[in-house]
């Protein structure tokens, strides 16, 4: 298995700027969960997909939307950036719906998004 | 709100010394429960998880971890530290109950392990 994927790996934006984080998730993964992880704080939940529709979101607004696409890879996008979005963004799949069965959760090593 | 509370931001120890790094879910039900570790500029790595089988969850890397509904803890140990465990680690939790798995992830701990 070639694990998941996630580019870029740091990333340097501006304030209102929108940006767009990619994940390739391993063949056969049709759960993919996307979380936040801001500087000494443990992960966040923003929402996960399952076969290219959201299944669950978490306590995000709007301007963080994604997308799942059939080739096992997946976006996350945010708009009107702001500085408290700043942040390493991970990415999480499982052949699971839920992730909780023996497969559990496979991470990337995530991008560091600055906002500045 | 299901929410994991882990006891202790830093926990410096020697090696070869014990390992025990705390964790403290609230949760209605019994929840799934997890222990990830963290490597500098890495993303999580699974060390075990309690899915409602036995109580005492033995994991990689020698790390094991006993779910005890009464205290609702779910503490991590390892009987002798190696240099290479210093990480950060997080206890996360899952209430199942819903189609996405979602994890609630702890603070996490810092784990120093001195020579």
């Known amino acids: 298995e070639t694990g998941v994927t996630q580019s870029p790996t740091h990333l340097i934006k501006t304030r209102g700027q929108q940006v767009t984080l990619r994940c390739s998730s391993q063949?056969?993964?049709?759960?993919v969960s996307w979380y936040q992880q801001a500087l000494g704080q443990g992960p966040q939940f923003i929402f996960q997909?399952?076969?290219?529709?959201?299944?669950g979101r978490g306590n995000f607004p709007p301007r963080f939307s994604g997308l799942q696409f059939p080739n096992y890879s997946s976006e996350l996008n945010v708009n009107a950036l702001e500085l408290d979005d700043s942040a390493l963004y991970l990415c999480a799949s499982s052949r699971a719906r839920d992730g909780l069965s023996n497969y559990g959760y496979t991470f990337g090593s995530g991008t560091r998004l600055t906002v500045v | 709100a299901q929410s994991v509370t882990q006891l202790g931001s830093h926990v410096s120890v020697s090696e070869g010394a014990l390992v025990l790094l705390r964790c403290n879910y609230s949760s209605s039900v019994p929840p799934y429960l997890f222990w990830y570790v963290q490597y500098p500029n890495q993303g999580l790595q699974l060390l075990l998880k309690?899915?409602?089988?036995?109580?005492l969850v033995k994991g990689i890397n020698g790390f094991e971890a006993e779910f005890k509904k009464s205290e609702t803890s779910f503490h991590l140990t390892k009987p002798s530290a190696h240099m290479s465990d210093a990480a950060e680690y997080f206890c996360a939790a899952s209430s199942g109950s819903s189609n996405t798995g979602k994890l609630i992830f702890g603070q996490g701990t810092t784990l120093q392990v001195k020579p």
């Open positions: 309690y899915t409602s089988a036995a109580t």
């Open positions: 063949s056969g993964h049709n759960t």
């Open positions: 997909y399952y076969r290219e529709e959201e299944n």
